[in-house]
């Protein structure tokens, strides 16, 4: 079942990035998703079939503390 991605949504990913950190949020979506490193910053695209295959926890949208 396809993953309901949300930009704005973090996401870990099953490999570390080569910076360390294991966390994105995504920024676009797509036939690519976007997603930018919350560690370094750096931002990729990757196919979403292939992003779905690699993430292992899926935070909702950044929302104010309610
Ligand atoms: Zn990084």
Redesign the pocket.
Known sequence: MPQPLQIGQRVKLRRP?????DEWQIFRVGADVGLR??????RLLLPRGQLERRIVAISPPDLPDA
């Open positions: 990035h080569a910076c360390g950190g490193c919350l560690t370094c910053g750096r």
